[in-house]
């Protein structure tokens, strides 16, 4: 099993995960960042932040994909 960190990424603020998660693949740390980005529009919207979140899924050797949602308000 690889060990995957999934950074986030909100306007200046860079949260960096330093412990990490371990997955049996990459598919398996897509689902779960996925999972993640879908926990944090939510907490966006229910706090009514306007916004881009990104985050970042790297390896022990770097970055390997990255998911993001831009939340507007109209």
Aim: charged share 30%; no cysteine.
């Amino acid at each position: 099993m690889a060990r995957y960190h999934f950074d986030y990424h909100e306007a200046e603020l860079v949260t960096v995960d330093r412990a990490g998660e371990e997955f049996e693949s990459i598919d398996a740390a897509r689902k779960m960042a996925t999972i993640a980005l879908g926990e944090a529009v939510r907490d966006f919207t229910f706090a009514g932040r306007p916004g881009r979140i990104t985050i970042l899924v790297r390896d022990d050797i770097g970055p390997v994909l990255s998911v993001s949602a831009t939340i507007e308000q109209t």
